[in-house]
T-cell receptor
């Protein structure tokens, strides 16, 4: 069974540009969550999608957006890139939405490492 | 909202020594708790989780954690460290509608 696939794995952008990252969840998983990982800050929750609907959003500016398609694949977009957006962006999938009623685990991809120059 | 505090961003132990990684959470209701591990250039993978029942939870690679409600803690332990345990470890708690992660503890194993 294939795991969570994220593309691209590495990318370099310059300030002001925009970027789109892709995530293909494990087959059958309908929930996709996105996290930003930076040294010292750990994982910060960006948003979660379930059945093409955004369930929740973290404390990030509106430059960060996402969507989910009918096949559960998800994309996140960052517009007007800033130096501080340099990070590892992790996608995680699960069968059911995250939360206290779901004790299932998150399955993570290897991440997309974004460098903003 | 829930929060997770991991004490020590870096922990060093000698090979064969006890591993103890500390995690405290804030919660007004019984939480679901997780430990994840991240090896270099990889995503996170689940080590173990506590939902209900037995407070001592056993995970993969010889790790275990004990849920202590009175101390709001969920510390991760392993009796004998191995070089392959060198990685970053994240404690996480299930909030109403999302999983909240701690800032992580990088475990260094000394030969």
């Amino acid at each position: 069974k294939a795991g969570v696939t994220q593309t691209p794995r590495y990318l370099i952008k310059t300030r002001g540009q925009q970027v789109t990252l892709s995530c293909s969840p494990i087959s059958g998983h309908r929930s996709v969550s996105w996290y930003q990982q930076t040294p010292g800050q750990g994982l910060q929750f960006l948003f979660e999608y379930f059945s093409e609907t955004q369930r929740n959003k973290g404390n990030f500016p509106g430059r960060f957006s996402g969507r989910q398609f009918s096949n559960s694949r998800s994309e996140m977009n960052v517009s007007t890139l800033e130096l501080g957006d340099s990070a590892l962006y992790l996608c995680a999938s699960s069968l059911a939405p995250s939360g206290s009623s779901n004790t299932g685990e998150l399955f993570f991809g290897e991440g997309s490492r974004l460098t903003v120059l | 909202a829930q929060s997770v505090t991991q004490l020590g961003s870096h922990v060093s132990v000698s090979e064969g020594a006890l591993v103890l990684l500390r995690c405290n959470y804030s919660s007004s209701v019984p939480p679901y708790l997780f430990w994840y591990v991240q090896y270099p250039n990889q995503g996170l993978q689940l080590l173990l989780k506590y939902t209900t029942g037995a407070t001592l939870v056993k995970g993969i690679n010889g790790f275990e954690a004990e849920f202590k409600k009175s101390e709001t803690s969920f510390h991760l332990t392993k009796p004998s460290a191995h070089m392959s345990d060198a990685a970053e470890y994240f404690c996480a708690v299930s909030d109403n509608d999302k999983i909240i992660f701690g800032k992580g503890t990088r475990l260094h194993i000394l030969p």
